[in-house]
């Protein structure tokens, strides 16, 4: 089966910023995608370049098989929500929502019918006319995407679609778009700098890094095996342990990491490694300790791990000397850069 | 078709506005050509042009006996500049434009400070027109009323004379370099009809400036022990200054080039612009009205540099 | 700050400031109306309305007034095209270079007048190029581009240039986009930037003198009777129809700017 989107050898330059340096990716048909990365990483662009409001400098861009480095946004079947939702303000709900079939030529009738069915779907029927000015962000989402969608698109791209959403609002959205996407089955490919949104939502994650992707996994693979130092970071939870830290608890000298709840709290008697509590966080479901391993640890490395205690076992106080035990498996060893 | 093709009817896309729109989305120089270049022309054209050739002119001499225009280059023009008529005139300009702009900023910051500080939605909105409205006035027919008001039995002698002070104006007409025969015909009146007619050009970048002034900044020099005599002094005037001397360039530039205030309210004496109006015209000097022009462009461009010094462009 | 707390004294200058603005201009309407034909005396002895008639029936002034009516209508036409283009590149597209262009789109307007005005004698000498009715519309176009220019690149800012994106996003070349996306939304921009132009025009004295030639538009044949006065109170008329005629397309500017971070007339 052809990938809905491939990245072939793909760079976009700035001058000599290289905003996407060699990108090799494929995103399924059908798949919920998110690109992960800190601000500059290049997730932004590579969005632009699917979208076509860029052109590679190197390498090209496939959708469904067919290059299309060469085509415009308007020859592309692929339809974009903007991080600002990019609503006409000139225009009311209905005429936003119809803009992409006016300009495809549907007749009148046609276009008013499906995009009152595309608000509907979103959960806005009758707020046809009213204009954009008039509606909360949520709503102002939920048009975007209906004028997104209505246009039937191959690929739907949603570029940091959570980002202008309060909290609530904004877990809520979350189940929404999942939901969405399971129900219209297309592919979705969206941007975010936030690791919960990305391992929550999406079915895999690319991380970006200066332009580069760092690993392209399941969350659970993202999250649990990070490939570089840079994705254990900024996934985040995992502890990062320096080459000797991971000698210490038994794996290769190299860069490893190991999930705080793969760690298990003990008495210091007879511990093959023990350290002080230091701090402790309550989290509701569980109670985060940090715990420094004291003398021996690397000075360019931290020298404490963090640990997460289910709710309903003891939690030590700060100042308390503990033990560590862990599984072996758990133990991940990650790429030297 | 390619499966990208979706099953609606053909968009307007595929016709020849769809392959003009295909080639400037491959070369954005294309389109930022096709913008650029129109306005460029004319103005490179049109405008670039004209200030050369002004430059040019004021190369050329003029041949006094015939009134020839000799067409090679020389700075005997630029001589001319330097005779002492000439330099009076520019000095009295200069000086003018000085007291025009400190007349104008005294007269502008209340105006300024308060629609900018304390004046809220209606009376906020009649400050900006109240400001607006005579800045687009006519010109012409703001001059005409001064001429009506500062005349012999105008209003202004009017009003002096119901009060009993007519000797008053009379004694200071008397005084030789600012009066005259009426307020019309004097140095005063000039100076008046200046402040007057460049007054909103002062107003509105002070306000922008003093818009900007955060109230939290005022609050905490209070807050600190400052009269608010001094948190003026300290926080308000310094923040204000870029636009005091965003608006000096107006008033300032405006009074170097105008000729037609001088010609109409005030004695005979000269200023740069009147001198550039008869050089060109009654003398057909051509070349001396050139280099005289040149001179307030010199005064402007130094004094533009101090203001980008100081930060006045920001608050244009 | 609250607006009660101004001491008394701020509002007595800042209000009289607003007067000292206002009373000449108003003071024409009045002498429009006065019944003294000779001088400018104070307070007018008598009112009446016979100037009106009188200036009506003068051909010299309906020459000028049409002929500045269509100097400036031509004028602003050019200048919207032009300064519509120009504030397009500027606002949307980064070039080197940009900072030399709004300088020189905003030069005309701040060097003095008299300056552009010899300058375009300059050039129309050199060249060997006589007065006309074009010559006129040449130099009030160069400086009306700048109004225009200040209004459009405020809006073309303010809408956001996803707008665009968006609309090609859903299907729209440049030309569609041009006409259901741009111009929707410039539309009161460009319309506000013209009336300004217009009444910019429409007004101008100090430039047309050097382009005129022979030419009276209505602002040269008030700035004629100013300096040898022939009929005073038909001037009164004049100059009170005038402030009239610029005064609407100033408020029409400002009711459709209104509420946008940049009012018109800020680029006077």
């Known amino acids: ?337 | 078709m390619s499966v990208l093709a979706d099953s609606g009817p053909r968009p307007a896309r595929e016709g020849v506005g769809g392959r003009l729109s295909d080639l400037l989305w491959r070369r954005p120089g294309v389109l930022l050509a096709l913008l650029l270049v129109p306005p460029l022309l004319w103005l490179g054209v049109v405008y670039l042009g004209s200030l050369f050739a002004l430059l040019l002119q004021s190369f050329f001499s003029i041949d006094e006996f015939s009134g020839v225009i000799d067409r090679t280059p020389t700075l005997k023009t630029y001589g001319e500049l330097l005779r002492p008529a000439n330099l009076d005139i520019i000095w009295r300009t200069v000086l003018m434009a000085a007291a025009v702009t400190v007349a104008s900023v005294a007269v502008a910051f209340p105006i300024a400070y308060y629609a900018a500080r304390h004046a809220r939605g209606r009376w906020k909105a009649l400050f900006y027109l109240g400001v607006m409205l005579p800045l687009w006035s006519s010109y012409l027919v703001k001059v005409y009323a001064w001429k009506l008001i500062l005349a012999k039995e105008g209003i202004v002698g009017w009003g002096f004379d119901s009060l009993g002070l007519g000797r008053v104006l009379e004694a200071f007409l008397a005084v030789p370099g600012i009066g005259g025969n009426s307020l019309s015909v004097s140095p005063t009146g000039t100076f008046i009809v200046f402040v007057y007619v460049w007054l909103p050009f002062m107003i509105l970048p002070i306000q922008a400036a003093l818009e900007r002034v955060p109230d939290s900044l005022v609050e905490a020099s209070g807050d600190l022990g400052a009269t608010p005599g001094q948190t003026f002094r300290h926080v308000i005037w310094p923040l204000a200054l870029p636009g005091v001397v965003a608006g000096s360039i107006f008033t300032f530039s405006l009074t170097l080039g105008d000729y037609i205030i001088p010609q109409i309210i005030g004695t005979s004496a000269r200023f740069i612009g009147l001198a550039v109006y008869q050089y060109q015209g009654t003398a057909g000097n051509v070349p001396l009205a050139a280099a005289f022009a040149v001179v307030p462009i010199v005064i402007m461009g130094s004094y533009l540099a101090v203001a980008k010094r100081l930060g006045a462009f920001d608050a244009l | 700050m609250r607006p009660d707390r101004a001491p008394w004294w701020l509002k007595a200058m800042a209000g009289g400031g607003l007067l000292f603005l206002h009373l000449p201009i108003l003071l024409i309407f009045v002498y429009a109306f006065s019944s003294e034909a000779k001088t400018f005396v104070w307070p007018p002895p008598g009112f009446t309305l016979q100037w009106f008639g009188r200036a009506w029936a003068r051909p010299d002034i309906w020459e000028a007034l049409s002929l500045s009516l269509r100097v400036a209508l031509i004028a602003t036409l050019v200048a919207l095209v032009l300064g519509t283009l120009c504030a397009a590149a500027v606002a949307r597209t980064r070039f080197f270079g940009r900072e030399a262009v709004s300088l020189l789109v905003v030069l005309p307007i701040a060097l003095p007048g008299i300056i552009t005005g010899i300058s375009l004698r300059s050039a129309f000498s050199l060249a060997d190029i006589p007065f006309s009715f074009w010559t006129i519309v040449l130099g009030h176009a160069t400086f009306c581009i700048v109004v225009v220019y200040n209004n459009a690149v405020a809006r073309f800012r303010r809408v956001s240039g996803n707008l665009i994106e968006a609309s090609m996003d859903l299907g729209a070349t440049y030309g569609q986009t041009l006409r259901h996306v741009i111009l929707p939304n410039i539309a009161t921009a460009l319309l506000a930037g013209g009336m300004l132009a217009f009444a910019l025009s429409f007004d101008e004295v100090i430039v047309t003198t050097f382009t005129a030639g022979q030419q009276a538009t209505l602002p040269i044949w008030m700035l004629e009777e100013l300096v040898r006065p022939r009929e005073r109170p038909v001037t009164n008329v004049v100059a009170m129809v005038v402030v009239l005629v610029t005064l609407l397309p100033i408020l029409g500017a400002y009711y459709l700017t209104r509420g946008t971070e940049t009012v018109a007339g800020s680029g006077k």
């Open chain 1, 1 to 337: 089966m052809t990938a809905a989107v491939s990245f072939r050898g793909v760079s976009r330059h700035f001058g000599t910023v290289k905003a996407v340096d060699g990108v090799d990716l494929d995103i399924a048909e059908g798949e919920f995608f998110a690109m992960l990365g800190p601000s500059g990483s290049g997730k932004t662009t590579c969005l632009r370049l699917i979208a076509g409001f860029e052109t590679p400098t190197a390498g090209r861009i496939e959708l469904f098989g067919e290059d299309v480095s060469g085509r415009p946004p308007y020859r592309r079947a692929v339809n974009t929500v903007f991080q600002d939702y990019a609503l006409f303000p000139h225009l009311n709900v209905l005429d936003n929502v119809a803009y992409g079939l006016m300009i495809a030529g549907v007749p009148k009738a046609e276009r008013r019918r499906r995009a009152e069915e595309a608000l509907s779907m979103m959960a806005l029927p009758g707020y046809g006319g009213r204009k954009p000015s008039e509606l909360s962000g949520g709503q102002r989402q939920r048009v975007a995407l209906a004028r997104a969608l209505v246009n039937r698109p191959r690929v739907l791209l949603l570029d940091e679609p959570l980002g202008a959403l309060d909290l609530k609002l904004r877990e809520q959205m979350q189940d929404e778009l999942k939901t969405l996407q399971r129900k219209v089955g297309i592919t979705f490919v969206f941007v975010t700098h936030d690791q919960g949104e990305a391992l929550s939502m999406a079915d895999r994650v690319a991380v970006f890094n200066e332009g580069r992707i760092q690993q392209v996994g399941s969350p659970e693979e993202v999250y649990a095996r990070p490939r570089t130092r840079f994705v254990a970071d900024f996934v985040g939870g995992s502890n990062v342990l320096h080459p000797g830290v991971a000698a210490l608890f038994g794996g290769r000298p190299a860069w490893a990491s190991l999930r705080p709840e793969a760690l298990r709290l003990g008495p210091p008697e007879g511990a093959r490694i023990t350290g002080v509590v230091t701090a402790a966080r309550y989290l509701g479901a569980a109670t985060r300790l940090v715990v420094d391993l004291g003398a021996g640890a690397p000075p360019d490395g931290r020298s404490d791990v963090a640990v997460l205690v289910p709710g309903g076992h003891p939690v030590p106080a700060p100042g308390t000397r503990v033990g560590l035990a862990w599984d072996a498996e758990a133990l991940h060893p990650m790429a030297t850069e």
